[in-house]
């Protein structure tokens, strides 16, 4: 495994990550399931397109295996994009993370042509407005795939640790 850390930045395209949210006129009012691939999700409790949902549960429960399933189906099955946002996360599930979504095939090696996915992390090991801040960098990313027309999904993992860090920059 080579290290994260020797890969190039990108910086072809810049955008704030505070900005304003689109008008009502501009968001979609129609009402869409979103099939995910996994049935037991889309026959119980499925997501709706354009929706918000929370996967709430304790350690060692398969949240992330499912998030990986989510990701690994909209890439393969819709072509679409999904941006995980990590806040003070460890630096091994990260790198997990990375690795895993390589041998599944939704990104390629060193995030290159062709990858469905965008990682982007702040380790618990970073200042509070730092790890505050990921969240809305992904949110950025998100929003840069949804103006090109392509469907996105968007995971942050941990909220805990995002209102966390808001809550300790402030103090």
């Known amino acids: 495994r080579s290290s994260l850390s020797s890969r190039s930045l990108v910086t072809a395209h810049k955008r704030a990550i505070h900005q304003d949210a689109p ?3 501009e968001q979609s009012t129609e009402s869409q399931i979103l099939v995910t691939g996994i049935k037991v999700v889309d026959l119980l409790a499925p997501y709706a397109r354009g929706g918000k949902i929370g996967l709430f549960g304790g350690a060692g429960v398969g949240k992330t295996v499912l998030i990986m399933e989510l ?12 941006v995980f946002a990590g806040v003070g996360e ?17 990104n390629k090696h060193g995030g290159g042509e062709g990858s469905k996915a965008a990682l982007v992390y702040g380790q618990m090991n970073e200042p509070p407005g730092a790890r505050a801040r990921v969240a809305l960098t992904g949110l950025t990313v998100a929003e840069h795939f949804r103006d090109q027309g ?22």
């Open 23 to 25: 008008s009502y006129v």
């Open 71 to 82: 990701i690994n189906n909209v890439a393969k099955a819709h072509g679409g994009y999904s």
């Open 90 to 106: 460890r630096t091994r599930e990260g790198n997990d993370l990375y690795h895993e979504m390589i041998e599944s095939n939704v």
């Open 150 to 171: 392509q469907d996105v999904l968007f995971f942050v993992d941990n909220i805990f640790r995002f209102t966390q860090a808001g809550s300790e920059g402030i103090g």
